[in-house]
């Protein structure tokens, strides 16, 4: 594990405030790839960043490297900032939401093996987050956001169906124009 230096509270602001793509400054949160096989079905992505809204949301990009695709998925900000810092070589003061679940999974022999987002229902993206547990594997309905910021607290992999992908991923181009008519958070 790397060594990570402490976030103050200015820094943990500064992390809500950076995004990708070029659309609200430039920060890559890509995450290596793992070498394991994908589940059946699914396609094994990279967290590429986070863009935010001036709703008070942000959307997560979800980058499939191997066909350079994207899709776009629409968190909250928390979530959002939850993600950067995980991603980041900044730890905060005093646990985070996600560290905590980290902690409790651990001391209850729980192993987050990976998150994969199932399917896109009534514009709403499902997912599923799988343990492993007394050497049982269990998947766990979970919402996108906290699913994803939870892997990628324990450094697991994150899916997504490659029927969803199919219908729903778009270009890096395609991406770019979304975000230029949606208008991205501008930080002075």
């Given at each position: 594990?790397?060594?990570?230096?402490?976030?103050?509270?200015?820094?943990?602001?500064?992390?809500?405030?950076?995004?990708?793509?070029?659309?609200?400054?430039?920060?890559?949160?890509?995450?290596?790839?793992?070498?394991?096989?994908?589940?059946?079905g699914m396609t094994l992505v990279e967290v590429d960043g986070v863009v935010d809204m001036?709703?008070?949301?942000?959307?997560?990009?979800?980058?499939?490297?191997?066909?350079?695709?994207?899709?776009?998925?629409?968190?909250?900000?928390?979530?959002?900032?939850?993600?950067?810092?995980?991603?980041?070589?900044?730890?905060?003061?005093?646990?985070?939401?996600?560290?905590?679940?980290?902690?409790?999974?651990?001391?209850?022999?729980?192993?987050?093996?990976?998150?994969?987002?199932?399917?896109?229902?009534?514009?709403?993206?499902?997912?599923?987050?799988?343990?492993?547990?007394?050497?049982?594997?269990?998947?766990?309905?979970?919402?996108?956001?906290?699913?994803?910021?939870?892997?990628?607290?324990?450094?697991?992999?994150?899916?997504?169906?490659?029927?969803?992908?199919?219908?729903?991923?778009?270009?890096?181009?395609?991406?770019?124009?979304?975000?230029?008519?949606?208008?991205?958070?501008?930080?002075?």
């Amino acid at each position: 594990m790397k060594k990570k230096r402490n976030m103050n509270r200015r820094d943990f602001l500064a992390y809500g405030g950076i995004g990708t793509l070029g659309a609200a400054g430039a920060f890559n949160l890509a995450k290596p790839l793992s070498a394991e096989t994908p589940p059946d079905g699914m396609t094994l992505v990279e967290v590429d960043g986070v863009v935010d809204m001036e709703d008070f949301h942000s959307i997560l990009i979800l980058k499939d490297p191997a066909a350079d695709r994207y899709l776009q998925v629409w968190v909250s900000f928390y979530q959002a900032s939850m993600i950067r810092i995980a991603m980041s070589d900044r730890e905060p003061n005093r646990p985070l939401t996600y560290e905590l679940m980290e902690s409790l999974l651990d001391a209850g022999g729980v192993k987050v093996l990976y998150t994969s987002v199932t399917e896109l229902r009534y514009m709403t993206y499902h997912a599923e987050i799988a343990v492993k547990t007394g050497g049982k594997v269990l998947k766990l309905d979970c919402r996108p956001s906290d699913g994803i910021a939870l892997a990628v607290q324990t450094g697991a992999d994150v899916y997504v169906s490659t029927k969803t992908m199919e219908e729903e991923a778009r270009s890096k181009r395609e991406i770019e124009e979304r975000m230029r008519r949606i208008e991205p958070l501008k930080m002075a």
